[in-house]
């Protein structure tokens, strides 16, 4: 088997974009976010991608701007894009890249093309939010390293692929597996710095709607979001979705490895979870699994000024696990009331869910508009942040202020 070296050129630098970074200056207030958050940021661009708030360079941490999510499905272009580690191909050849399936806990170890991967196997399509479990990290209190994202570490796509399922059965998974082990392309530009790799549960990964993903939102995945494969996990944070993965390998034991532990792990018992990842669990914590039921105002913009005595319209997105969102709340008077919101289409229980919400402030002066989600399993968000020291599972209810003159 060819290593990946042979087949990935990887830059020195990690990025290389001809004649070096694109500055497109300074968000200006249309990049406000709806918070009021002083995120303003820098707005930086990658190679396909339109310009986004940039969170770092190397690796490439680039935030959508909220401007995007009133739109159903986030466009390819505009996608958030996390990496952890600088050493990224520039470029993948589909026609080079080879997806190797093993592991002690297969009997049949296969080695497949991209022609294979996209004809070999029945391909399926499902709408899923894919969200960093960092997002909202940037609002921690108190602050937690990392990196400090605002609302943007999420965005909405329709991924098509085929089913892991599929694929892992082909290669003859046994019932002794417990995790199944992803591999990327990407890699550490020192030594030191530990793979990222990562493992899902075998459950999981048999799951009919864990996929492969070759396309998003009808197009090839865009170099910087996985190209020409990745992993989806709908309902799970993005940390599991990985990306230009080149390996898959089904495990009899629990895999160890920086990313999985100390990595991306939550306190036991002080998030509203129903998914567990038992064989990763120690007595103190456990990695983080599905998303916790959420809620955006996207539009419109804080501070924007609006008549009084004339409707303006409240809209955003909500999203949970995957249990599906049953109502939408907002509250124009700090949480003591709360009026029904209207929900758009249900594009599937992975996807967001777009609502709205239209009234008139009758007076002048400053309107604070929240909006809380509430899901099919009666979860809902709070108030008050749940800390923890990796900034995870923000769902503090969010706030507008509307000025009526
Ligand atoms: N190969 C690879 N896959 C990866 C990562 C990475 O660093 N390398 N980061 C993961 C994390 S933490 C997130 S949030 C998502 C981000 O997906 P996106 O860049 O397509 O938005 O990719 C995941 N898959
Ligand atoms: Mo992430």
Redesign the pocket.
Known sequence: MKTRREFLKVSAGGLLLAGGARWSGWAGAANELPSGAIESGRLGSLPGKLPLIQKSFR?PNFETPVSYFNEAFTPNNA???????AG?PEAIDAAQWRLAVSGESVENPLELTYENLTRDFETVEVAAL?????NRRGFSQPHVPGVQWGHG?I?NAKWRGVRLRDVLNKAGLKKDAVEIVL????GPVLDKTPD?V?SIPAWKAMDENTLVAFAMNGEKL?H???YPA??VVPGW?????????TTISAIAQPFKGFWMNPA?RIPKGKFPVIDRFVSQETDANTPITEMVVNSMITSPEGGRKVRAGEAVTVAGVAWDGGYGIATVEVSLDEGKNWQTAQLGADLGRYSWRQWSHRFTPARAGRHTVLARAINRVGATQTFELIFNPAGYHNNVVQRIEIEAT
């Open positions: 690796p996608f958030f894009v996390r990496y952890h580690l990224i894919c969200m960093c479990s960092g570490a965005g591999g990327g392309a990407d990222f990562k865009p910087w979001n996985g990745r992993i944070t993005a940390t599991y979705w990985m990306k230009h993965v991306y």
